[in-house]
């Protein structure tokens, strides 16, 4: 069981950034893919980032490409969304994710979750 607590959300204005964190219990952490969702009202939750165990390979939602990158420091347990030039459609709650049979796209392929953290994004 894998216990993963994200932190690092607020309130910012358009065209700023953020910092999100995820840092996990297990020491097992280099053994897991990770990746990030994001959640709207109203809306389903759509898969955001993802990173391989070792941090090599990454994949991003073509809505955030270029804009946020997925990074993670297998020493800390730790896998950190930075986000820069937010958007108001960027506002949701934000979830990490950990699985254990490699980088996935959909949700439902996520074994372990966060409770999520809130990025709200003013115009």
């Known amino acids: 069981q894998v216990h993963l607590v994200e932190s690092g959300g607020g309130l910012v204005q358009a065209g700023g950034s953020l910092r999100l964190s995820c840092a996990a219990s297990?020491?097992?952490?280099?053994?897991?893919?990770m990746a990030w969702f994001r959640q709207a009202p109203g809306k389903e939750r759509e898969f955001v980032a993802a990173?391989?165990?070792?941090?090599?390979?990454?994949y991003y939602a073509d809505s955030v490409k270029g804009r946020f990158t997925i990074s993670r420091d297998n020493t800390k347990n730790t896998v950190y969304l930075q986000m820069n030039s937010l958007k108001p459609e960027d506002t949701a709650v934000y979830y990490c994710?950990?699985?254990?049979?490699?980088?996935?796209?959909?949700?439902?392929?996520?074994?372990?979750w966060g409770q999520g953290t809130q990025v709200t994004v003013s115009s």
């Open positions: 994710a950990a699985s254990l049979v490699g980088v996935k796209l959909r949700s439902v392929e996520y074994d372990f």
């Open positions: 297990e020491q097992t952490f280099s053994s897991y893919a």
């Open positions: 990173i391989s165990w070792s941090g090599g390979s990454t």
